[in-house]
């Protein structure tokens, strides 16, 4: 069934290792192989709630890249914007996993496939019928050169009158936080929906309070101010207001992916229309069952699964 909306998102996307035990990763000789990347989530996130979600990107033209060719298009997105190249391998990421849960991330993304990416090849069809574009931090921080390709997708995403919404999804390991200062600054004046974790506009701006933050949207133009608070809710701030939303109490097993979770579902509200308290509500209500399932997107919901879960639905299992 189509949508009547469709998003465009660009980025690289890995295949993910995770630890069959806890501890040293020098220590471990058993991974799960799983697919990630940001805006693969957010694309795959996109699909399961029903809307037409399209994806560009470059993978290697080697097994791990067939896998998540096919990942990507089982779960129903668009890879007519992606591509098989040769001479760079499809980028990994091993998963590190502390007996008290917490974790590292070992990305082995060096000579990313995206990098063969160029502005030129940000041709207008890619954005056919397009209702929204999702850039995120991730894209920007694998290379500098990214940071071009973005800027393209950018104009053309403003020539057309297209939205943008941006992630900042800071990813220390690929690059300096002066670098990602650097590089939002030039990237934010276009941002009409900011999705950012509240840690996250902590170190990109230096504010955290409500007075300041309206001040840096503002500053911005941006229209949406989307602060992620995981268990502690979300706000935004939009039309010089504050509206705010409590999360939903799950018992989480695995919370990397909820910021992309949530971004989808912003994005799936906020092309429908949702008035602002639905939108925080939903977006918090696809953040919080991504935390359920472990894997980057396998908790990612079908848009059925959502409306039971925030309406408690009593949900018949056998
Ligand atoms: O592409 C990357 O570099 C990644 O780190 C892939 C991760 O699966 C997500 O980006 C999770 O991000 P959160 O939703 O903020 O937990």
Redesign the pocket.
Known sequence: MSSPFKVLTI????I?LNPAVKGPLRYVTQFERKV????L?FAIGCARLGLDSKWISRLGEDEFGRVIYNFARGEGVDVSGVDFVSGCPTSL?FKEINEDGSGK?F?YRYNSPILTLTPEMIQEELFENVDLVHL?G?FLAIDSKNIETAAKVIEVAKQKKIPISF?P?I?LK?WSIEEARKAYKEILPHVDILLT?LEEIRLISGMEEEDELALFAREYGIRDLVLKDGANGSKLFRNGDWTRAESFRVTPVD?????????AGYIYGWLNGFSKERLLQFANGVGAL?TTVSG??EGLPYLSEVNAFINNDLIVER
Not at 11 to 14: E, T, V
Not at 36 to 39: D, H, I, V, Y
């Open positions: 980025g690289d996307a890995m993910t990630g990347g940001a805006e989530n990421n991330t990305y995120t991730v992630d999804n990813r690929l974790g919370t990397v992916g909820a910021g992309d979770g949530f971004d991504v980057d997107n």
